[in-house]
């Protein structure tokens, strides 16, 4: 990422409140290394950990996407429904916003034939409208169609499991952050000062209670999942973009192995990055000197 595009990215995570976190009555210790200090008992996180994690969550969505996978995106709370359904909805990928039902990803055969029935439900009603049935069994099935695509119309194209869970609120989110943890999935958190960074692979220590805030991370997270998409694997096995070509007779690897490559190279590859984010970050509230 170049040096302005940083800067501009650091303006307006700050402008967002980004850093703002839970009052300090309210916090879990293990966030401890993510806050830089306490103002007027709200506990202040370091702009740089957010950085940080942000620029390492991007590198591996962009190398998830590229390699082929999907990702899917999980807020459901009221400041991230909007914000996932309409930047989540732009990329192609896959979002969860009503409400996580449980076995979504353990019992992912049972939510295919839920999906199933929906697209059943959806070629009646385009037929006769239901005409063909009285009014008792009309008001049932129109009830079912309703309740099955509120709760799975953002996963209704997932035909797989996904490379990659992002979650918003690990707290709120709990199930199916266990869910992908059982399955091997790795999970990308955005998490408040009250929340387990435990309980994700790459966690993003930030304002999760803001919708702008959120704005700012689903966009920066989608933007690499474009970039991801542009260098996907073709079905003859070569990659659209020059880089992707080089590494054609390269083994395929899991998501997991994908996650460990990403967590142990330099979340900033571009020659003077590391030291933008640190120049960029220096006058900001919350970071370390």
Request: hydrophobic share 35%; charged share 30%; aromatic share 4%.
């Amino acid at each position: 990422m170049a040096d302005n595009q940083t800067q501009s990215l650091v303006k307006d995570l700050v402008e967002a409140g980004i850093h703002f976190g839970q009052r300090s009555s309210n916090w879990n210790p293990r966030m401890g290394r993510f806050i830089y200090g306490k103002r007027n008992a709200i506990h202040i996180i370091d702009i740089k950990e957010t950085i940080k994690g942000l620029l390492l969550a991007r590198k591996f969505l962009t190398n998830v996407t590229a390699s082929g996978k999907d990702v899917c995106f999980v807020g459901t709370k009221r400041q991230a429904r909007d914000v996932l359904q309409t930047r989540v909805g732009d990329v192609g990928m896959h979002w969860v916003t009503e409400r996580w039902l449980g076995g979504t990803f353990t019992n992912f055969r049972t939510i295919r034939s839920r999906l199933k029935r929906l697209e059943e439900l959806e070629t009646i009603e385009q037929g006769d409208n239901f005409e063909s049935y009285s009014k008792k069994m009309e008001s049932q099935l129109r009830r079912e169609m309703r309740k099955i695509k509120r709760n799975l119309e953002g996963i209704r194209n997932m035909t797989k499991l996904p490379g990659a869970l992002v979650v918003i609120d690990v707290k709120r989110e709990r199930n199916a952050l266990l869910e992908a943890r059982k399955l091997g999935i790795p999970t990308i958190c955005l998490i408040d000062t009250d929340g387990n960074p435990e309980l994700a692979d790459i966690p993003i220590p930030g304002n999760d209670d803001s919708m702008r805030s959120i704005d700012v991370v689903i966009r920066e997270l989608c933007s690499a999942i474009t970039d991801g998409k542009t260098r996907r694997v073709t079905q003859t096995g070569e990659r659209e973009s020059a880089e992707g070509a080089a590494d054609k007779n390269q083994p395929r690897r899991s998501s997991r192995a994908q996650f460990r490559a990403a967590e142990a190279s330099p979340v900033a590859d571009d020659e003077g990055d590391e030291s933008a984010v640190a120049s960029a970050t220096s006058a900001a509230p919350g970071t370390t000197s």
